[in-house]
């Protein structure tokens, strides 16, 4: 047995979607309840549909009982303020996991870069169901920001910087690829993360909306690509040398979101 997986997202592990069109009013995101949750920057998350019903964002497979990242319990109080971001992570008919709206404030590149994580999405998922991936759907117009995809934590070489305009559209095999985003700017970033679980509905909205797994990188200056990536070297020994200096080793890079 294994994972049902979209062919779409095989290659890169990631897929690019035709930008979102119509105008949402921010009213569906800045009128949320947030809740603090450390994730990779510094954040906020306001969930749309969570393990039971409650504002909180934590695994489902950190509840009792533990379980996978699919069936999320959408909450009232919630999508009754978001009508259309609800709608945009139902449209595709794939179920939904865990769905909620990020919160992230400026991060630099060399940030980013040291945040970089994979996500804990199929933790229990049974073999032989869809695999569970995540959607990024960016709401505010953040058009010097970026996110960044590696295959390697610490390679630069196949680094992939991909845009995040209001409307950007993303699918991402989370668990697979190193990812962190770029928010350059004064103001937060506002992005709806849904997971989503493989399958033929998935397939059929990854082409309704003629996604792409090759897209060309954001062009960032060499010296800030050289003077981040010295930066993630530096921050990655100076915590591993913490940490030996406490007994202990990294146990876990994989963060919640
Ligand atoms: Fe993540």
Not at 167 to 175: C, K, R, S
Not at 185 to 210: F, H, M, Q, V
Not at 217 to 229: F, N, P, R
Request: net charge negative; charged share 25%.
């Amino acid at each position: 047995m294994a994972y049902i997986k979209s062919a779409a997202l095989e290659e890169t592990g990631y897929v690019v979607l035709d930008r979102y069109g119509k105008q949402i009013d921010p009213k569906e995101w800045m009128d949320l309840e947030y809740v603090d949750w450390k994730s990779s920057g510094d954040t906020r998350f306001a969930p749309l549909a969570s393990a039971k019903g409650e504002i909180e964002c934590n695994g489902f497979w950190n509840h009792k009982p533990p379980r996978t990242d699919k069936d999320g319990v959408w909450i009232d109080a919630q999508t009754a303020i978001a009508p259309t971001l609800t709608e945009r992570a139902l449209e595709p008919g794939a179920n939904v996991g865990r769905c909620r709206i990020i919160e992230l404030q400026p991060t630099t590149y060399a940030e980013c870069l040291y945040n970089l994580h994979q996500d804990d999405n199929n933790r229990l998922n049974p073999d032989g169901t869809g695999w569970v991936v995540r959607s990024f759907f960016n709401l505010t117009d953040d058009k010097d920001s970026f996110f960044v995809l590696r295959e390697n934590r610490t390679d630069p070489s196949e680094e992939t910087r991909i845009a995040l305009p209001a409307g950007a559209q993303l699918v991402i095999d989370t668990q697979r690829l190193w990812h962190a985003a770029t928010h350059l700017g004064t103001e937060p970033r506002y992005c709806l993360i849904t997971s989503w679980e493989s399958g033929p509905e998935l397939d059929a909205y990854i082409a309704k909306y003629n996604g792409v797994g090759t897209v060309d990188s954001v062009e960032v200056d060499q010296e800030i690509l050289d003077a981040g990536q010295a930066e993630q070297t530096r921050r990655i020994a100076a915590r591993a040398a913490a940490l030996a200096a406490r007994g202990q080793r990294e146990v876990n890079a994989m963060s919640e979101a």
